[in-house]
């Protein structure tokens, strides 16, 4: 047998993958003829084909240096320096190679890989135009342009690419998962999944294209099945630790937060320098409460990925957790540096400049963050509630803004509403749902538990709906108190309106309007006859799709129209509220401060978002006016207090004359009551349970009315404790009674004494008569649906 034939028989070897023994005749070769240049290069591609890459730019090098004007030869000693991590040699083999022969797509792809990996996207993505002018048929070309555009963060070309890479080859299973990951970054989450699911169908242990598929299904909201579909992936592939991060995240939204720490801390274990694992459990830490250790972790991203937004954004929260305003705002601000375009540090941002009462830049942040995602329902909530808060603001600007809410988001679910099998009866049993995520330690919650804990179980058949990712002690009784508990935490909305309709509920209460968590997609799906809104704050939804909301004569006083709800107002009796301390331990009425200190000391123990410069104003005129006096406010620690302090002595009050105390757990919190002699209520929204907080301790509170529902709390509460004295029509009314009030220590000292007993004989505390009267008013809303609903007569 000649060289020349068996260099034939083993290139036949090397092309059906025979190895072996094609490197063998290739030796037997080179043995006879030690310069066959040829044999010497396909040796090496061996070489690069098993995994031998250094003994490949060898050999290569030798067949070049016998014969230097081979294209072929420059291509593949590229390709073996690329897999060395050779990238400059491997680019400038790739040009010699293409200086030899221009018209060479496959070089050109090469030469784009190796640009790619060196992160020369520009340049890479323009080698990969030639190869495809050369080749307009090439798929591979098409596919590696998808990537290195997907880099770009250019998504529409990538999908473009992706899709005509599938049209050449579609059996390309990598092609279909890589357009998942485009296609879910555009949002297109349907056509993601179905990518994904084509290229697993193509390649069933196919580990990354599971992992895409996950996160598709995380994007959509199928949090369960995202679960299963990253354990498939890690029974693929077991040392994956992206997606042991993507599966802590499901579980995560599930609210299966200790499964997801062990998630993300084994994602760490596999690949220690992986900055989202760090930082998605710095997240999920957080939310368990352990925060010093959530801050480490997100420090940790950030070190290994100093430009790295996502992890600010969640090393921001954990810090605003903890009370360090100041550190997380500069961490907010440094996360919308990197990624200008991230509505979610734009939003958190807001959220502590509210925090700190700068109510306008606030907004300016919540209506950045809806622009840059304007199909986002939560962002835009969190817009609507927070203009309660600012004195601009009045019912017809939020009517106005909550109707661009409705249309945008919940007139499009209109297709959801259907006919209801519920039976037509006026008297029966009904069942009633209450929807909330507040069914724990929370102001809603513990304004709710004495009603539910009171239902008259004959009458009502009580349905909780509880989106509690973080369930506390607190929600333990709210179970027990339910007669069927429902845990929708990471279920969809869809989900949940379809489960509500099963259980035919007849009565649905949305306990959150538009506060943080709420699931008003569910109620605009309109899964129950009849939807009413009570208990997040006194106002309005917004939503065609709820009925009534619940209020009272004094909120919404009988002569004012429903010109600005959306739903019909139905006034209790009586109360809005249903008070219950709920606190671990009796805590007592102390004597009047002012008695032992010899001086008055207001106080406010609202959420400092509720303090703006009308309502510091005021206070200052209240310290000048009653000499002495001290003010206590509760924020967390941060520049605020300085600007607070600053505008005091611009009207002349000593900073020394204004104290301050931190967020605390409930217990402290009522304790702190003990060194306030008179609360001064804020407006345009006044405190609301903070107020019966007030109250109960002994503490009156003197309101101003707003021009707004919520600006009408502090009227509610004193007419219902039979106190209109502590009701004001004006500032100036407002400053001469509480002028009034500091003078009259024994009359102060004497309702200090006397407003517990008043307020558990009031219709506040009453929670069996309230219970009834919302029973009665749900009973009323039911014969009025069975009215409008009864089936005519043949």
């Known amino acids: 047998m000649t060289i020349q034939q068996a260099f034939q028989i083993a290139l036949q070897h090397h092309e059906a993958g025979r190895f072996a023994e094609a490197e063998a005749l290739y030796r037997q070769i080179l043995a006879v003829d030690p310069r066959h240049a040829e044999a010497l290069h396909h040796l090496g591609v061996i070489a690069h084909q098993v995994g031998r890459d250094e003994l490949a730019v060898e050999l290569i090098r030798q067949a070049i240096a016998l014969i230097p004007s081979v294209p072929a030869f420059h291509s593949n000693l590229g390709e073996a320096q690329r897999g060395l991590g050779q990238l400059d040699e491997a680019i400038a083999a790739y040009r010699q190679a293409i200086a030899l022969m221009p018209h060479f797509p496959e070089v050109y792809n090469n030469l784009g890989n190796a640009l790619k990996e060196k992160d020369q996207l520009d340049e890479a993505i323009l080698a990969y135009h030639q190869a495809i002018g050369l080749k307009p048929d090439y798929s591979e070309a098409y596919y590696n342009l998808g990537i290195a555009l997907s880099a770009k963060g250019q998504c529409d070309p990538a999908i473009a690419a992706y899709r005509q890479s599938i049209h050449l080859n579609p059996a390309l299973p990598e092609a279909h998962s890589n357009l998942s990951v485009a296609l879910r970054a555009q949002g297109q989450l349907d056509e993601a999944i179905a990518a994904c699911r084509q290229a697993i169908a193509l390649k069933p242990n196919y580990p990354e294209a599971h992992n895409n598929l996950g996160n598709a299904l995380l994007g959509k909201g199928a949090f369960d099945e995202a679960i299963t579909v990253c354990r498939q992936a890690i029974a693929l592939k077991p040392d994956y630790p992206e997606v042991y991060s993507n599966l802590g995240n499901a579980l995560q939204f599930k609210g299966k937060l200790d499964e997801a720490i062990a998630a993300f801390r084994q994602a760490v274990a596999l690949k220690p320098d992986l900055p989202e694992a760090l930082s998605n459990l710095g997240n999920a830490l957080r939310d368990k409460g352990q925060l010093d250790e959530a801050i480490a972790a997100c420090r940790q991203a950030i070190a290994l990925k100093p430009n790295y937004p996502e992890a600010y954004n969640n090393l921001g929260n954990a810090l605003l957790d903890k009370g360090q305003l100041d550190e997380a705002i500069a961490d907010y601000r440094q996360a919308i540096a990197f990624k200008p375009d991230y509505p979610e540090a734009h939003c958190n941002l807001g959220n502590i400049l509210k925090d700190e009462g700068r109510l306008d830049e606030a907004i300016s942040l919540y209506r950045q963050a809806v622009r840059l995602k304007p199909d986002d329902a939560a962002l835009y909530s969190t817009l609507v509630f927070f203009l309660h808060y600012h004195p601009d603001y009045d019912a017809q600007a939020i009517a106005g803004e909550l109707d661009r809410w409705n249309r945008q988001f919940a007139d499009p679910l209109r297709k959801f509403h259907r006919d209801f099998s519920n039976g037509i009866d006026p008297e029966r049993r009904l069942r009633v749902g209450y929807l909330s995520p507040d069914f724990c330690d929370h102001v809603v919650g513990r304004n709710v538990l004495p009603v539910l804990e009171r239902h008259d179980r004959a009458q009502f058949e009580i349905y909780l709906y509880a989106h509690c990712p973080n369930p506390d002690a607190l929600s333990l009784r709210f179970e027990r108190a339910a007669g069927v508990w429902r845990n929708i935490a990471g279920s969809s909305d869809q989900a949940v309106a379809e489960l509500i309709r099963a259980d035919q509920i007849d009565i649905l209460i949305d306990l959150s309007l538009h506060t943080p968590g709420n ?84 106080g406010s123990l609202n959420n400092y978002c509720k303090i703006n410069q009308g309502v510091l104003e005021l206070w200052s005129k209240v310290l000048g006016a009653v000499k002495d006096s001290r003010l206590l406010l509760l924020s967390k620690q941060g520049v605020h207090r300085q600007r607070a302090l600053e505008m005091f002595q611009r009207h002349g009050v000593d900073a020394n004359r204004i104290q301050w105390c931190a967020p605390m757990a409930r217990e402290q919190y009522l304790e702190a009551y003990h060194r306030i002699d008179l609360g001064l209520d804020t407006f345009p929204y006044n405190g609301h349970t903070t107020s019966l907080d007030s109250f109960w301790m002994g503490v009156p509170v003197i309101t101003l009315v707003g021009k707004t529902v919520v600006g009408r709390g502090g009227l509610s509460q004193a007419m219902n404790l039979g106190l209109p004295e502590l009701v004001a029509r004006t500032p100036e009314q407002y400053l001469q009674i509480v002028v009034n009030f500091s003078a009259d220590l024994s009359r102060l000292a004497e309702l200090r004494q006397s407003l517990r007993r008043r307020m558990q004989d009031s219709p506040l505390m009453d929670a069996a008569a309230f219970t009834r009267d919302l029973e009665a008013a749900y009973r009323a809303m039911w014969r009025h649906w069975c009215r409008d609903n009864k089936p005519s007569l043949p």
């Open 519 to 602: 699931r008003l997609l569910v109620m605009a799906r309109k899964p129950a006859p009849v939807q009413v809104t009570w208990a997040g704050y006194p106002g309005t939804t917004g939503l065609d799709a709820i009925d009534y909301r619940l209020t009272d004569p004094y909120l919404d006083p009988p002569e004012t129209s429903d010109e600005y709800y959306s739903e019909k107002s139905i006034r209790l009796p009586q109360s809005f509220w249903c008070y219950h301390p709920l606190v671990g331990r009796e805590i007592p009425v102390n004597p009047l401060p002012a008695r032992s200190a010899g001086h008055v000391t207001f």
